[in-house]
């Protein structure tokens, strides 16, 4: 099934790039890797997505690994609004459910 | 636009009462989802729909139901509340550009409390 895993937190002093990684070794060929972020308690929003190729946004880059089993999120310069949940998810095939994993607790040092 | 709005933002229950949770999107959005979120826990999907008309379970559908008469809107019918459905809702709409990218809009949410 579609099923992503991720550390459960990390920390990163602000100003300095924050490296997010995901694991999605079941990914079937033509799915896309999306990343969300959720702030509090407020509704999650979206960051960036990819298939293949490298992504990048004003937000932040997306690296995906050449065999597709995992990608790493680049916050390039982290700021205290950056702490936040970090979710990657991917569709599971042939349906249109997305699976939202627990996901990673950035929190952004000062 | 608005996005997607959700209605109530609070709700507290008693048991076996009933309520529905409202969610309006105003971006022509064929897809929309419900979720829920417990204390500390990620997003589970309880049901989604491709379409006015069309609507399918997603990971824990029991204890709700829904229905999808226009495009705007996707209401959560929770018949008989237990404590277990405690949570955070939120109801996300999308629609797939071209190559089938999907980005979903999020609501802010409905925290529902059973006693």
């Known amino acids: 099934d579609a099923k992503t895993t991720q550390p459960p937190s990390m920390d990163c002093a602000e100003g300095r790039a924050a490296n997010l990684p995901c694991n999605h070794s079941t990914i079937s060929g033509n799915e896309y890797v999306y990343w969300y972020r959720q702030i509090h308690s407020q509704g999650p929003q979206y960051i960036i997505h990819?298939?293949?190729n490298n992504e990048t946004n004003e937000m932040a880059s997306l690296i995906i690994t050449e065999d597709r089993k995992s990608s790493t999120l680049i916050l390039p310069h982290a700021t205290l609004r950056d702490t936040a949940v970090y979710y990657c998810i991917v569709r599971v095939p042939r349906t249109y459910k997305y699976i939202f994993g627990t996901g990673t607790r950035l929190k952004v040092l000062a | 636009n608005a996005g997607v709005t959700q209605t109530p933002k609070f709700r507290i229950l008693k048991i076996g009462q009933s309520m529905t949770l409202q969610c309006t999107q105003d971006m022509n959005h064929n897809y929309m989802y419900w979720y829920r979120q417990d204390p500390g826990m990620g997003l589970k999907l309880i049901y989604y729909?491709?379409?006015?008309?069309?609507?399918d379970k997603g990971e824990v559908p029991n204890g709700y139901n829904v229905s999808r008469s226009t495009t705007e809107d996707f209401p959560l019918r929770l018949e008989l509340a237990a404590p277990s459905q405690t949570s955070v809702y939120f109801c996300?709409?999308?629609?797939?550009?071209?190559?089938?990218?999907?980005?979903?809009?999020f609501g802010p949410g409905t925290r529902l409390l059973v006693l």
């Open positions: 996300a709409s999308s629609s797939p550009d071209p190559g089938n990218q999907e980005t979903q809009y």
């Open positions: 990819g298939l293949k």
């Open positions: 729909s491709v379409g006015a008309g069309i609507t």
